[in-house]
């Protein structure tokens, strides 16, 4: 029998219930479970492929090709496992299926009504993913907070299914928050009995209830907390602030979340095997190293906005026992500036990573930046967006192509290094339409990516609607740049390198979206390892400068 766990928050967003279902699920996974995650998000949009990273984050893609929310991001990375579009549920997929059932005339002419078949609708997307999965423990994380409108039917469903589903196989855990009043020198737990209540309301009594906080938590606050939310003092689980998210599982653990989610569930399991976690959050830690690298992107307003590739870029140091000190460069606050500027803004870097995107804005302030890594012999990885560019200013620069572009920006470009693919013309739908996906790549043996990943051919995710344009590889290898990865059903271009520099590697894919923490994607690793080694020979550098002074 699947069991199921479904995880709510309450007070305020953005209090970690992404990282407590993925932690939990990393728990579970020591244990010898078999587990899964969903995550319900309640905006009315059907996934998150249209959505601005501004105000949602990024767009975390599956192999299967799902634009969902970045929490499978987290959930992937700390179950090591690949998801699909099933584990992603949003309003308009859930409106839209019960829209087209009513069509069909699925419903015999009754009158069709959030209870009970949007409910019903909900509550068959949870069981789906767990048959799909063959999961012993199904995660159902509810996006937003107790309280929301939009998130009503996702509550009521959820209350439903501990009815059906038995309540011996159902669980309830509540994320809150404890903040610390400086003023009053003391944690407060009204908001998180109030929140408690909003949900016991709706018919849900959580069975534990886990606090985001900044300070410890005393044996008394759990008392009181427990006694006004009717739970045991055990239940009451401290999530306090972390040094890095990878740590969270080994907190929680410690809290005895672990122990109580087998114990509520009667899972027949065996104890934890943290020892690879512990000693990965050991790297972290204990860094021997440390380089700076420059995030360069035009989504520098909300923190999430290239989370996959901040946790990739993260990974690398992990394997490399180093720290990796990100800076976040605004590429379109680079587009005014002179080339001496432009390096006095990226003077001290190891590397110099060039972020995906569409459109116009911010793009010549991604070229100088680019320019800026080549000339400078900087370690360089742009990635989709950011080899796009990179091509660009190579056939600019160094090619001699005055005024090559990509026809999404100058659709008059006289010379369209980077165009639209085939298939993508005519296309006028926005949401679900570019290159999404898994797609395999060959790999030039003896290339950078040829050794760093140490295959023949691999296969990466895909999120776009322009590729190189293969009229132009002539002029462009000749100058020196080499084609090292290709997708070999149509030839399209997805690694180039300059075998002239250092370090410098572009990719048509996301390699971020399938590192983990554990293992690294084999070009971020190496990304970082080529950073290190610049670092190094910086220091190298001014040390014998201040020897010779």
């Known amino acids: 029998m699947t069991k199921y766990i479904f995880v709510t928050g309450g007070v305020a967003s953005a209090l970690g219930k992404g990282i407590t279902s993925a932690s939990l699920g990393r728990l579970l996974v020591a244990r010898g479970v078999k587990v899964t995650l969903l995550k319900f998000d309640p905006y009315v949009n059907v996934d998150a492929g249209t959505m601005n990273p501004h105000q949602h984050g990024e767009v975390f893609v599956t192999d299967d090709g799902a634009e969902t929310d970045m929490d ?26 019960v829209i087209a059932r009513e069509r069909r005339g699925e419903y015999l002419g009754g009158t069709v009504q959030v209870i009970p078949h949007v ?15 063959r999961a012993d423990v199904v995660i159902v994380e509810v996006g937003g907070t107790v309280g929301d409108i939009e998130g009503l039917p996702f509550l009521e469903a959820i209350r439903q299914f501990r009815r059906t589903a038995g309540p011996e196989n159902v669980m309830y855990i509540h994320v809150s928050l404890v903040p610390y009043l400086p003023a009053a020198g003391e944690l407060k737990t ?25 300070r410890p938590l005393s044996r008394a606050v759990k008392e009181k ?15 306090i602030d972390a040094s890095s998210i990878y740590e969270v599982p080994l907190i929680l653990e410690r809290e005895g979340l672990g122990e109580a989610v087998t114990q509520r569930l009667k899972l027949e399991c065996g104890p934890p095997d943290l020892v690879e976690w512990q000693e990965m959050v050991d790297r972290i830690l204990r860094a021997a190293g440390r380089v700076r690298v420059a995030l360069v992107g035009k989504y ?3 923190e999430d906005s290239y989370i996959s590739i901040v946790e990739a870029l993260r990974h690398g140091g992990i394997a490399h026992r180093c720290d990796v000190v990100i800076a976040k460069v605004d590429s379109e606050g680079l587009e005014a500036l002179s080339e001496a500027d432009v390096a006095t803004r990226l003077a001290g870097f190891d590397g110099i990573l060039v972020c995906p995107g569409f459109g116009a804005r911010g793009v010549e302030g991604k070229v100088k930046a680019i320019r800026y890594a080549r000339e400078q012999r900087i370690p360089f990885l742009g990635d989709c967006y950011g080899m796009q560019w990179a091509v660009i200013e190579f056939a600019r620069h160094v090619c001699a192509l005055p005024g090559a572009n990509t026809t999404e920006v100058d659709p008059a470009t006289p010379h369209p290094v980077i165009h639209l693919l085939p298939e993508q013309q005519g296309i006028t739908e926005k949401g679900g339409t570019m290159r999404l996906g898994r797609y395999p790549c060959r790999l030039v043996p003896g290339s950078l990516a040829g050794s760093a990943y140490g295959e023949a051919e691999v296969g990466e995710r895909h999120r776009h609607r322009y590729e190189v344009n293969n009229a132009y590889l002539d002029v462009l290898t000749r100058h020196g740049l080499r084609v090292t990865g290709v997708y070999p059903a149509k030839n399209l271009v997805e690694i180039i390198e300059l075998p002239s520099h250092p370090w410098f590697v572009g990719t048509q894919f996301h390699g971020e979206y ?18 290190l080694q610049h670092a190094r020979v910086a220091i190298r550098a001014r040390e014998a400068a201040e020897a010779g002074s």
Do not use: W
């Not at 990375?77 to 997929?93: A, E, P, Q, S, Y």
């Not at 409910?119 to 999965?133: L, M, P, Q, S």
């Open 300 to 302: 520098m307003g909300v």
């Open 72 to 97: 499978l991001g987290h959930y992937e990375r700390f179950i090591d496992t690949n998801l699909t579009r099933d584990n992603n549920t949003t309003t308009g997929k859930i409106y839209g299926a």
């Open 225 to 239: 907390i427990a006694l006004y939310c009717d739970v045991s003092p055990d239940a009451v689980i401290q999530a």
């Open 119 to 133: 409910t019903n609708e909900i509550a068959d997307e949870i069981r789906k993913v767990g048959v799909a999965a």
């Open 514 to 531: 399938r590192s983990r923490p554990n293992r690294p994607h084999p070009l971020y690793r190496e990304f970082i390892g080529a950073a």
């Open 190 to 214: 009204k908001p998180t009995q109030h929140s408690v209540k909003e949900l016991r309301s709706i018919g849900i009594q959580p069975d534990v209830i886990v606090c985001r906080t900044e």
